[in-house]
């Protein structure tokens, strides 16, 4: 059974249920180059079950047998207002709180599922491929310039700014509302900056959000 909850940094639960997780592929160009994919004119979504999510402090298991499973840091953003064709002041009202993700993808099989032009939701959805950190109030960041990383045992592995998107926080989400409604407690994970790789035993993953934020686990 899977026991995710969202939380606020103090550990104080977030009342909202995880309905989905929406995701954006390639929306950093330096990523799309790193994994020789075209960059996309208009974002390229796909969806995390709430299956998927746990908190990312717990340490990190994934499917074996199945290959590589890369880590993907991305910003999160919790929504908390329903979305629907919404406008970018309506975007931008139901931006509850920022977080951080990984977007755990097992690389060999999406590869193989890409070259048959099938879903590559397998490669995405299974159980523990969304490990989430708490949420810091929306209120604490400014919305169209946040900076977060990822370390892996001490070494910087990947940068992100959010102004090196392609598809800006507020306008993805009103696009993403403009093709399927978005509720309260699901999140809108933004894409990953270039930098991706394996998970390997033993390493352990710091993910920090501007000065807001600090959170490590480890792969088991
Ligand atoms: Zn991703």
Redesign the pocket.
């Known amino acids: 059974m899977n026991l995710y909850q969202h939380h606020w940094k103090d550990s104080t639960p977030v009342h909202l249920p995880l309905g989905k997780i929406v995701?954006?592929?390639r929306?950093y160009a330096e990523?799309a180059k790193e994994l020789d994919n075209p960059v996309p004119s208009e974002p390229l979504l796909f969806i995390k079950p709430a299956t998927s999510a746990v908190h990312v402090t717990r340490p990190l298991a994934f499917p074996a047998n199945q290959g590589q499973v890369h880590f993907?840091t991305?910003l999160a953003v919790l929504i908390g207002k329903p979305l629907t064709s919404a406008s970018a002041s309506e975007a931008q009202a139901a931006i509850l709180g920022y977080g951080l993700a990984l977007?755990l993808?097992l690389r060999e099989l999406q590869s193989q599922l890409k070259d048959k032009g099938h879903p590559w939701e397998r490669a995405?959805a299974f159980d523990g491929a969304c490990p989430l950190s708490p949420f810091v109030a929306s209120d604490r960041l400014p919305g169209d310039h946040i900076t977060f990383s990822l370390d892996i045992n001490e070494q910087r592995q990947q940068s992100g700014d959010t102004r090196d998107m392609l598809f800006p926080v507020i306008p993805l989400l009103a696009h993403i509302s403009s093709q399927f409604t978005l509720l309260p407690g699901d999140v809108v994970?933004t894409?990953?900056p270039k930098g991706?790789g394996p998970l390997l035993c033993g390493q352990t993953l710091t993910l920090q959000l501007e000065d807001e934020l600090s959170v490590s686990t480890n792969v088991v």
Do not use: I, M, S, Y
């Open positions: 995701c954006v592929g929306n990523h993907e991305e977007d993808t995405k994970l894409g990953t991706v």
